[in-house]
């Protein structure tokens, strides 16, 4: 093709004397022209002391290569040696063409074969030169900082090589905001009509050479360039050019969603100093990457920037995780650096080191699904040995969640101490095959209590059967829905007494809701639930035993409970379960005037024979809404007088409850049940 090309420059250039259609040019026409199409400012030759002598074929062809290596970083050509570097006069239309077809662009997309049209977007300012690839070349000269998008449509569908070429001046800072583009983007323009681009099958050559870095040492960002476009490889030498400290959100995104199978060992290789904000956010995800370099990050090092390498490999095909990918972390965690980072891929263990530089207080998210839904089947003890201090808001939840693992080490947690914060350990171990958690996991903790603080900690952990001791040490307030769901659907056999530590103060809504709910593995349990004292507060209890085979409760199960009724504050408590009696004080601790619900199907359908004639001996006062709604519906082995307190029946205490209760609905074996009115019934 080269052969071909400058045969046609030289026949061409014969037939021009003859053809009066061009005219001879000096050496200034030819730097000009080039300075005009690629935007390089190629200084005269030092020895040349007049620019406007007239110019041959030699010159012209030793400035195409001198061109070539300018714009891709190594001498790529060598025309100016060749055959047609000749000492016959150079034109204009030989110098245009030659300059337009024979100068490269240090950067090259290849379409789809089906291409009509494609788009690119610049963010970034400077001189940029498109060769379209079908013969037409877009020069943009002098372009400013802002978001323009260049389009091109072709006479015919078709398989396209588009070069971008120029150099850029300046880039913008951006924060990743959904109205911001990075440096250059070739599908923005789609993505912005809520399309996905599907007509970039191949890229190649250096966009680092087009965008590098500054003599100021300024960076740019290629934020999603690639995302979502059907490429299958990566060039390694894609960012030559580029080096120095990362930029926020730098390769945010930049492959993710894209067909590669595998990253260039030296890829970042320019790459170094202290991370970024969300520099490598989502680079891969998305991926068919089965495998990750040993020294992909070598050169970063410095203390944890927030979302640095936050879902960086998410829902890829890798099995293992380089022993010193993040040798160069040390420091403070910051927000999310680590959120995701492997979720959802095939990895089977974890380097022993991974995170031994990351040490000081906890961070928002900081290990929130780090590793969930992957095959790992343990946990290094020392993993998180570097991290103390209080709690943060989510910071290990999912993290664990759905592995393998069969074991949690004894002090993973330890350095855990303070007030409980938001979601701090939400799913950690969600779905594993662990069969016990160790006495004092969570580390110590005190102060004020955080919402969802265990939400389903160990929820559907089937395997799990016992827990040696309280999860943690130390005294801390009620929050809502605190152990919500905490052992749900777990295989848990017994629970011991005291096992949610020391709680004292107000009670919260739906502290203990559905925490051993469907256990159906689950057998005893050892009062009481916790030490210190709390007030009910509404839906309490809600559900906390229900659905499974615990077959015997404890008297002291709420003996830290005191004060008056809460609406709804035992709900469903034991519904559904095996137990065949009932504690005599169970509710001791329950006084005051009722509460809408407040024992709403608290034994529905349960295996209980008789009811303690004080069970509710505390509740005195006028009746409320549903307060025994459905309390012992379908407890059919029920026998011996209804639910009495000092030898008056439930029904006479309050005889003006009007709402439809249906208290005793199908405990027909109650010797009084035909005098029980319809509305409990």
Request: hydrophobic share 40%.
């Amino acid at each position: 093709m080269l052969r071909k090309i400058l045969s046609f420059f030289f026949a061409l250039f014969m037939f021009l004397p003859t053809a009066h259609s061009a005219e001879m040019v000096n050496v200034e026409y030819i730097h000009q022209y080039l300075n005009a199409r690629w935007g390089i400012d190629l200084p005269y030759n030092p020895e040349l002391e007049n620019p406007k002598v007239a110019a041959n074929m030699e010159y012209l062809l030793t400035v195409v290569d001198i061109a070539n290596e300018y714009l891709n970083g190594e001498k790529t050509t060598s025309y100016g040696t060749g055959e047609y570097a000749t000492k016959l006069a150079a034109d204009t239309i030989a110098t245009n063409t030659a300059i337009d077809t024979l100068v490269r662009g240090p950067f090259t997309m290849t379409t789809t074969p089906d291409t009509t049209s494609y788009s690119m977007t610049i963010g970034a300012a400077g001189t940029f030169v498109i060769n379209w690839g079908d013969g037409e070349i877009e020069t943009i000269r002098n372009k400013p900082l802002g978001n323009t998008v260049y389009s091109h449509t072709y006479d015919a569908p078709g398989e396209y090589d588009i070069t971008l070429g120029g150099r850029a001046t300046d880039y913008a800072i951006i924060d990743l905001d959904a109205s911001e583009i990075p440096t250059v983007s070739f599908l923005w323009a789609d993505l912005m009509g809520g399309e996905v681009p599907t007509n970039l099958a191949k890229i190649s050559g250096r966009l680092g050479r087009v965008f590098p870095t500054l003599e100021n040492g300024k960076n740019p960002n290629f934020s999603s360039a690639f995302a979502s476009a059907p490429i299958t490889e990566i060039p390694a030498e894609l960012f030559d050019g580029v080096h120095g400290a990362p930029v926020v959100g730098m390769f945010a995104g930049t492959f993710s969603g894209t067909q590669i199978t595998s990253i260039p060992e030296n890829l970042f290789a320019g790459i170094s100093g202290a991370p970024a904000e969300w520099m490598f956010y989502r680079t891969f995800m998305d991926t068919q990457i089965t495998s990750i370099p040993e020294n992909l990050f070598a050169g970063i090092s410095g203390a944890p920037a927030e979302y640095m390498f936050s879902n960086t490999f998410d829902s890829t095909q890798i099995t293992s995780i380089p022993e010193n990918l993040f040798a160069g972390i040390s420091g403070a965690p910051a927000a999310s650096m680590f959120d995701g980072t492997f979720y959802n891929t095939n990895i089977t263990s974890i380097p022993e080191n991974l995170f031994a530089g990351i040490s000081g207080a906890p961070a928002e998210r900081m290990f929130s699904s780090t590793f969930y839904n992957t095959p790992i089947t343990s946990i290094p003890a020392n993993l998180f040995a570097g991290i103390s201090g209080a709690p943060a808001e989510w910071m290990f939840s999912n993290t664990f969640a759905d592995t393998q693992i069969t074991s949690i080490p004894e002090n993973l947690f330890a350095g855990i101490s303070g007030a409980p914060a938001l979601r701090m350990f939400s799913s950690t171990f969600y779905k594993t095959p662990i069969t016990s958690i160790p006495a004092n996991l969570f580390g110590e903790l005190n102060g004020n209590g955080a919402p969802y603080m265990f939400e389903k900690t160990f929820s559907w952990c089937r395997q799990l059967q016992t827990v040696e001791g309280p999860l943690f040490s130390g005294t801390i307030t009620p929050a809502e829905y605190m152990f919500n769901e905490t052992f749900y659907w777990s295989g848990l056999t017994s629970i011991p007494a005291n096992l949610f530590g020391e709680l004292n103060g107000n009670g919260a809504p739906f502290m203990f809701s559905l925490t051993f709910s469907q256990c159906s593995q689950l057998q005893t349990a050892e009062g009481p639930l916790f030490s210190g004292t709390i007030t009910p507060a509404e839906y309490m209890f809600a559900g906390t035993f229900s659905n499974h085979g615990l077959t015997s409760i404890p008297a002291d199960l709420f003996a830290g409970v005191r004060g008056a009724p809460a609406e709804n504050m035992f709900n469903d408590t034991f519904q559904n379960t095996n137990i065949t009696s009932i504690p005599e004080n169970l509710f001791a601790g329950i006084s005051g005037a009722p509460a809408e619900g407040m024992f709403g199907m608290t034994f529905y359908n349960t295996n209980i024979t008789s009811i303690p004639e004080n069970l509710f001996a505390g509740i005195s006062g006028p009746a409320a809404s549903g307060m025994f709604s459905s309390t012992f519906a379908n407890c059919t082995s029920l026998t011996g007088p209804s639910a009495r307190i000092n030898g008056q029946y439930l029904y006479e205490i309050w005889p003006n409850s009007t709402r439809d209760m249906r208290t005793y609905e199908n405990a027909t074996g109650l010797s009084d049940y035909a005098q029980i009115p319809d509305n409990w019934k």
